[in-house]
Structures are given as C-alpha cells and as structure tokens.
C-alpha cells in the first residue's frame, strides 16, 4: 500500500507541474512497497513488482557483460538515468555505459553515456517498453535496445537508433543467442537459460 500524506497532496496541488526532481524527491517521501521498483516515464509514475524471473533475466544478462567485458565493466541495474522526452526518469534492468562514464556533479550518470538497455518487460507496464522508453532510448542515441519478454519467450532487439526510432530490429524466440558482435556491445549473450513465466 503507497500511503501519501495529505500535506504532500496540497503540495501538489498547489503546483501546475512536479519537474521531475521534484517527483523523484516527493517519491523518497512516501512508502514504496518492498520490491517495486519505480519509474517516472512520460510525466506518470509507474511502480512495478520485481519477479524472481524477472531478475534471473536481469542477472543473466549482467553476468554476459561481466563473462565478457570483466568484473570493471560498468554495467547497472535500477539506477536513474534521465532520458529524453517528458519528465523521464528511467531505472532501466540494465544498462552498460562506456567504460570512461562519469557521474555528473549532481551524483547521476549521464544519458550520453548509455551504449546498451536491456528491459525485462512486466505486463502492467510492457506499453512503456515498447513505446515511450523505446522513444526515448532512440533519441539518447543509445545503440543497442533490448526487451526480453518473459511472456511471450522472446527477445526484441533494436539498433540503429535515428531520431526516435531505431532502423534495425529483430526478434529470436529464448533459446537462440542474440548475436551483438557488430554493435558496440560486441557479444552474444545466450538467452537459453532465460526462464519463462
């Protein structure tokens, strides 16, 4: 249960728009449920429970970036990053920077910086994967997009981003590796133990 506290409401209330620092810090001040994470994607806040088979996905895939790139390898998990668009405030499953990112001053990596996102997609929010945060990650120019769906045991791989779209995409049932020795990424992560739900 999120509970709110009625001066936070006025607060609200009170402002036309929340610019997305402001949601981010009202956020810390209410109680979010153990094991949701939460995004602000488009102005609207989304909080979605983490499922053992989503984070054996999500571990899977940073273990392929550790196996390949070593133990230094700047991969993150649930981590804001903002991105472009509307007061989108994003904490991707996964994210690879470049090795030589650096924090801003304000303590946060930059959207520049992110050469792969990977989303394991929830059925509440798996809209916002495949709209407004593939937007999104196309415009920040990140180069290789991935959603792997649980459901549906497949994976959706983007590249090429151009403008807010990307020009290259392709989809492998699990099982198959999804082969990303051409992309700045330069491996191929094998999904066939990504688990089901």
Sequence with gaps: MVTIELTDRIEMADSDELSLDELFDWLERIHVPEGYKVEIVEGGVFMSPQRDVHWHVIRRIVRAFEDRFGMDVKVLSDVRIDFPGHNNGFAPDVVKLS????????????REDVEFVAEVISKDTAANDFGPKKRAYAAAGVAVYLIADPYAGKCHVFTEPKGDDYLGESTLAFGLPVDLTGTVVDLVLATDGFPRD
């Design 99 to 110: 090795q030589d990112a650096e924090k801003t001053a304000r303590g946060r990596w930059r």
